[in-house]
């Protein structure tokens, strides 16, 4: 067998290798060595040809500092280069630490009460806001919660907030949630403080914000009031509005059910048209209310959650939608609609009105329709190529009503809650079905009759036998979907903890770490489900009043 040329070439230079002085092979070896190490190539068998150059005996003077001085400054090269790369991930590990940091303190509540601990908390970061500008400056949204009595612990707690407020300088948003309500002094307080803020939420059983009207820039606006007793006239709140009509887009107004209580007023503001999200909830909603809905054409996201004051006549403005070249005439744009009722259960004209409305809809992205029929609900769902979030109810859970529900949805869902009254199985022998949901990161499943074990209803060993075996159940819905980073379990909320998992690998272990539970009048931004999809599926984005009975 002939040899190529390659090795033909190698098998002659180690000939002419051999027939070399001992002096040229050498120098052979320090060029080679230089050419390797100009070329960026300075390596362990560059650093072995040098050694071996250097134990060579009678080199000139002059060649050996030539070959110290490039060894020495190739390992300089290299140590800077590990350096460097020493010093580049150090910087990746801060760097990700302070996008941590920016993440978790975006968002602060602070609870002041009875409870000790809350108080303190609340105390030392007030204190920390003054002593550290750059921890103040990451916190843009200012979340107060209150439940004091009058007296002097409040008045106390008062100047302590007041002086502490001008720290927060990037303060954009900030919402004064509980009791006391907030009064003129503290709007004053803001004001002075916060002009320009973005956002402001007043949370609470009155309205008694006298003089909140003299903000101006606000995008967002939220009110929790149940009646018209607050010291505030309601007719502040219109003007809240019209004084922002050029930049309020988000509106948010919350009452109670049981009680009488009206925003007929509110919106007769010239500002409900330019509204890009709308959010009523525990609301009676009169046909004056709706009929100005049906003109606000810039709505993207709306939620309609309490009592229709005339539900036929809501009934045919939602059936007065028209599809003309693939747009809808009746809200065009609308990417989010949460349709919940209390009190319709027998009005299926109106839920028919309401799917009506929905068909074709390939902008809605997010849906929640409450107690909605599920026979409704299923002819719907395959026209809605664009969800991606959903809160459906099948009164009557089967595997074939899942199978139905899982083939009519996109498989590109991020978020789905299933509530159920009565199921032929367990919920979470249902987990599976989901599984062709690779981006599914929130499951939810719950049923009206399930709650988690009480102690003070059986012996402490059923407690503690039927406690693990509801986190088990939980924990095998997680272990069933790898996608899932929470899970909502008959109410409650969990997050996935996963261990000695590998990319694609189902065999490490599933853990789950139960979150805090929603306070009443708590929109519970401060618990953390991941996405704002998660949130608004689970209507932490509102302040809806949960010990109303049938809001879950």
Not at 139 to 163: N, P
Request: glycine share 6%; net charge negative.
């Amino acid at each position: 067998m002939s040899r190529s040329p390659a090795d033909e070439l190698t098998t002659t230079v180690f000939d002419a290798l051999h027939s070399l002085s001992q002096h040229n092979k050498a120098n052979f070896l320090l060029d080679t060595s230089l050419a390797l190490i100009h070329a960026g190539k300075y390596g362990p068998e560059v650093e072995n040809y040098l050694e071996v150059y250097l134990k060579t005996p009678d080199l000139p003077k002059g060649d050996i500092a030539r070959a110290l001085l490039a060894r020495g400054n190739a390992r300089k090269a290299g140590g800077d280069r590990l350096l460097a790369m020493a010093q580049q991930g150090e910087h990746k590990e801060i760097g990700h630490r302070d996008i941590a940091v920016r993440q978790i303190f975006h968002t602060v509540d602070l609870y002041f009460g009875e409870d000790t601990e809350n108080l303190n908390r609340g105390l030392d970061m007030f204190d920390r806001a003054k002593a550290d500008p750059v921890f103040a400056s990451r916190v843009k949204c200012l979340r107060l919660h209150w439940a004091y009595e009058e007296g002097d612990m409040l008045d106390l707690m008062a100047r302590i907030f007041k002086t502490a407020l001008p720290e927060f300088k990037f303060l954009v948003d900030f919402e004064w949630i509980g009791y006391p309500e907030m009064r003129a002094e503290m709007v004053q307080a803001v004001l002075a403080s916060h002009p320009r803020l973005r956002g402001l939420g007043l949370i609470g059983w009155h309205f008694d914000a006298v003089g909140v009207s003299a903000f101006r820039n606000l995008r967002k606006f939220t009110l929790r009031a149940e009646d018209d007793d607050g010291f505030a006239d309601m007719g502040e709140v219109r003007t809240v509005l019209d004084q922002n009509r050029n930049t309020l887009r988000h509106l948010i107004l919350g009452a109670y059910l049981a009680r009488h209580h009206s925003w007929d007023s509110v919106f007769q503001s010239v500002t409900i048209k330019n509204l890009t999200h709308l959010d009523l909830v525990d609301t009676r909603i009169s046909h004056i209310v709706f009929a100005r809905i049906a003109h606000a054409h810039n709505l993207q996201s709306l939620t309609l959650h309490g009592t229709f004051e005339e539900p036929n006549s809501a009934a045919v403005v939602f059936t007065s939608d028209q599809i003309i070249d693939e747009e809808h005439t009746f809200l065009p744009h609308l990417e989010a609609f949460r349709f919940v009722l209390v009190g319709h259960d027998d009005e299926l004209a109106m839920y028919q009105s309401v799917t009506q409305f929905l068909r074709r809809r390939k902008r809605l992205r997010r849906l929640d329709l409450g107690t909605c029929p599920w026979d409704l609900v299923s002819d719907l769902l395959p026209e809605l190529s664009g969800l991606r979030v959903l809160g459906v109810r099948i009164a009557n859970l089967t595997q074939l009503a899942l199978a139905t529900l899982v083939q009519a949805i996109p498989q590109e869902m991020a978020a789905i809650n299933v509530g159920t009254v009565v199921s032929d199985k367990q919920l979470n022998a249902y987990a599976g079905s989901f599984a062709r949901f690779h981006s599914l990161a929130f499951l939810h499943l719950a049923c009206s009759s399930q709650r988690r074990p009480k102690p003070n209803l059986m012996s402490e060993k059923d407690f503690q036998v039927q406690t693990d075996m509801w986190i088990s159940n939980a924990r095998s819905v997680a272990t069933a979907l790898p996608s899932l980073d929470f899970v909502g379990w008959h109410g409650e909320h969990y997050v996935v903890v996963r261990t000695g998992e590998d990319e694609g690998d189902t065999g490490g272990s599933v853990e789950l770490k139960e979150l805090p539970a929603r306070r009443r009048l708590d929109c519970g931004k401060g618990v953390d489900l991941g996405s704002g999809d998660a949130a608004w599926l689970e209507r932490k984005d509102v302040p809806m009043d949960y010990e109303m009975p049938g809001l879950e």
